[in-house]
């Protein structure tokens, strides 16, 4: 089976940077996404890595190590708008479903 | 392209009775997914179709859980009869398939807005 380990919530201030960290086990390993959930509302997605390394888009940026099982979500310039919960994701198999880590909370305050 | 429509957004039930949540997945993708999400344990795989034939229906929770997809526009999932641990929101996904072996695709899946589920 695969599971997941991230932080259950972060407080960040506004125009600071943040950064959730996810741990994974899986049997299979075919690439680590980043999703995003503001209450209420489904998750959007956001990023993925199927390689070591950094993956750029505007202020957020996603990390991975494949020897490390370690991969993180960096947001930068922090905006109130950023407020929400941020979930990492795996699937094992090129065709599988996704598996949900529980989800970080993020509260920007000003 | 109107996105994965969901409906209801919101019911509410009494324990015992038959609840029938729906979904049209966005036309030309042949992959759908319900997941649970609650407090306690996130967002939970319930059962996936690959071109309308259930893959995997292991995180069904009981026999009380059943799915369909009848065409590759529309799915149902269907509690019968509810019970109040069975309150939670109930999502539907879906994406174009990734194929068996090998896909530089993300595997980008695309949410409905959820039927919120509350059963008394």
């Known amino acids: 089976g695969q599971s997941l380990e991230q932080p259950s919530e972060v407080t960040a201030v506004e125009g600071a940077i943040v950064q959730i960290n996810c741990t994974y086990q899986t049997s299979g390993f075919y690439g680590l996404s980043w999703y995003q959930q503001h209450d209420g509302g489904a998750p959007t997605f956001l990023s993925y890595?199927?390689?070591?390394g950094l993956e750029e888009t505007g202020r957020f940026s996603s990390f991975l190590s494949r020897s490390d099982s370690y991969g993180y979500l960096l947001l930068q310039e922090l905006q109130m708008k950023d407020s929400a919960s941020y979930f990492c994701a795996v699937r094992d198999q090129g065709n599988t479903p996704l598996v949900f880590g529980k989800g970080t909370r993020l509260s920007v305050i000003a | 392209d109107a996105g994965v429509i969901q409906s209801p957004r919101h019911e509410v039930t009494e324990m015992g009775q038959e609840v029938t949540l729906r979904c049209k997945p966005i036309?030309?993708?042949?992959?759908l997914f319900w997941y649970r999400q609650t407090m306690m344990r996130g967002l939970e795989l319930l059962i996936y179709f690959n071109n309308n034939v259930p893959i995997d229906d292991s995180g069904m929770p009981e026999d009380r859980f059943s799915a369909k997809m009848p065409n590759a526009s529309f799915s149902t999932l269907k509690i019968q009869p509810s019970e109040p641990r069975d309150s939670a929101v109930y999502f539907c996904?879906?994406?174009?398939?990734?194929?068996?072996?090998?896909?530089?695709?993300?595997?980008?899946?695309?949410f409905g807005e959820g039927s919120r589920l509350t059963v008394l």
């Open positions: 996904a879906s994406r174009p398939s990734l194929g068996t072996s090998g896909s530089t695709s993300t595997g980008e899946l695309f």
């Open positions: 036309s030309g993708h042949n992959s």
């Open positions: 890595n199927a390689l070591d």
